[in-house]
Nanobody, 116 residues
Framework: QVQLVESGGGLVQPGGSLRLSCAAS????????MGWYRQAPGKERELVAE???????NYADSVKGRFTISRDSAAKTVYLQMNSLKPEDTAVYYC??????????WGQGTQVTVSS
């Protein structure tokens, strides 16, 4: 029923930019907390950014000032604008949604590779 589909990943040089998109279906989008997580090989999945249904945002210290999370309720889409990318940003990025009942849903992930 619930589907989160990420897109926008790819290969980019250090200092470059990418915008990730997560299209949601099967949920009441405006009532969900949305977030982006990432997982690099051999590492734990970590929170990158999140946004509440009220518009409040939180970011990992490593991405503050470089990444921006936003949401479009009409399009049921959450975005992650990534600027000034660094090699350590290389990971699979996952979209996450948490319903008002505390149920968590995940997308399949999109690969971001930052390399010269």
């Amino acid at each position: 029923q619930v589907q989160l589909v990420e897109s926008g990943g790819g290969l980019v040089q250090p200092g470059g930019s990418l915008r990730l998109s997560c299209a949601a279906s099967g949920i009441i989008f405006s009532r969900n907390r949305m977030g982006w997580y990432r997982q690099a090989p051999g590492k734990e999945r970590e929170l990158v950014a999140e946004i509440t249904n009220g518009g409040s945002t939180n970011y990992a210290d490593s991405v503050k000032g470089r990444f921006t999370i936003s949401r479009d309720s009409a399009a049921k889409t959450v975005y992650l604008q990534m600027n000034s990318l660094k090699p350590e940003d290389t990971a699979v990025y996952y979209c996450n949604a948490v319903t008002t009942w505390g149920v968590s849903h995940w997308g399949q992930g999109t690969q971001v590779t930052v390399s010269s």
